[in-house]
């Protein structure tokens, strides 16, 4: 595909506006009891369309220039929230470490625990992902080295995650992390709201994120590339994901921005549907029959390393 252009201007306007009518809908919710329950569903959709800009941004798709990307990258961040940094390094692992024994929770070996691996899948279809997730920045704040300590070298899927962080990473990520705290504690003020509704708030969000989470990988081939799925779904619900459903041609072409997916998968194959597959996963994890490929390098990852064999 050539003449690939960034939608910088509708991107930014999604930004700040996703970034606006989120916390209005907290608001709203919190200061009138009868609209609690529809800003509620509201604010759960809008995360599922922050962690696409969001995750657009940890792939330098979010603006052209990128000092810009990685602004509106550190402002969704905020209401994931995450360290924007965090997100990029445990992302662009997930791209070279995709359905690699370190990614493979939909199927079990004949060794595994399979309390363990069933309790790990129904917690994340249950909502459990989006804690570790958030919990996980507090634990690199306090303790930088925790992804290299005993505990997590044991845990299969998370032994590689963050083992390319620097020293500079830990200084961002901190910075990311303060600002994170400092932007909460003035909406907090500003809007007096109440705990308990954040909390009910994130509760529903979080669940919505989670529970989707490994939709587009979960028993899709073994290969760090073709790994994926396309899923086909309703065209609000793909605008809602930016596209997100079309995950195959995003694995293929990571540098391709959201508005190019669809129209890269045209000619190909679809017939599985997002809601079909969402089912699928609550039948649970199954017996293992292929075997892993090898992690991909950063550098074989960012030179698109035998990429050429899948992507035509
Ligand atoms: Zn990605």
Known sequence: MQNIQIPNRLNLLMSLSNLTLSIAAIVVGDKHPDYFIPCLILFAFLHLNNYALLHEATHSNLQSYKRWNY???VLSGFMFPTSFSIATLTHTKHHCCNRTDHEMFDYYYPNDSLFYKFGQWY?????????????????????PSFPKSKFIQKVRSGQRMLEDMNSKDVIRIRLEILLIFGFWTLVVYVFNLSIATLIYFYVAAGFNWSTRQYITHAFSKRDVWEGAINLKTNLLHEKILLNGNWDLEHHLHPELPWTYLKKSAENKKTDTTYFKQYLKMWTGPKKNFESSPKPISLKEYFNGYKRENHST
């Open 123 to 143: 917690s994340v279809l249950l909502g459990g992902f989006w804690p570790v997730a958030v919990f996980g920045n507090i634990i690199i704040f306090f303790y």
């Open 71 to 73: 602004v509106l990258g």
